[in-house]
């Protein structure tokens, strides 16, 4: 069910509406399409069935906002959820908002309810990780609460 989110856009009468895939429609496909190369140029956006196969996973929560009920889809996140000898594990990825969208709360709106749905499944702590040039991306994370780790993180690139 949508659920609407404050927005602090100048207009102050506007609002956004964050909701939880759990099917995926063709208008889905096209928005994930045309929002994820905002985010990175290297990876190919999700097919139709790499998308509903991350709706329909208990490992993974798929939301989207929307600029009105039922309307554009304006930006997205993926929430991966997992249980790890130490608790249930939650970690934010792909948060991307459209351009053009920026700077009306979108982004707060995703991550409040990546935050919320985490909660829910017991999540102590929620981690996410952003480029240093992400610099909007981290405010935006920082004023969220969010703290950041002294951490190596490592990556090997498979063949």
């Known amino acids: ?44 956006p999700p097919t139709d069935a790499e998308l509903q196969a991350m709706v329909d996973s208990p490992a993974t929560a798929v939301f989207v906002a929307r600029d009105r009920p039922g309307g554009e ?24 908002v459209d351009e053009a969208a920026r700077g009306r709360g979108a982004g707060s ?8 749905r985490a909660g829910a499944a017991g999540c102590r702590t929620v981690d996410l990780t952003s480029r240093p040039s992400r610099a909007d991306a981290n405010r935006l994370y920082l004023s969220l609460g969010f703290e950041a780790r002294q951490t190596n993180v490592y990556r090997k690139t498979l063949d």
């Open 1 to 44: 069910m949508p659920s609407a989110r404050d927005d602090p856009s100048a207009d102050g009468g506007a609002a956004v509406f964050v909701e939880e895939l759990h099917s995926v429609t063709p208008g889905t496909v096209d928005a994930l399409q045309r929002l994820l190369p905002q985010l990175s140029s290297s990876a190919p």
């Open 73 to 96: 889809i304006v930006g997205s996140l993926t929430l991966a959820l997992f249980r790890i000898p130490t608790g249930m594990r939650a970690w934010i990825e792909d948060v991307v």
């Open 109 to 116: 709106a995703l991550v409040q309810a990546a935050l919320d």
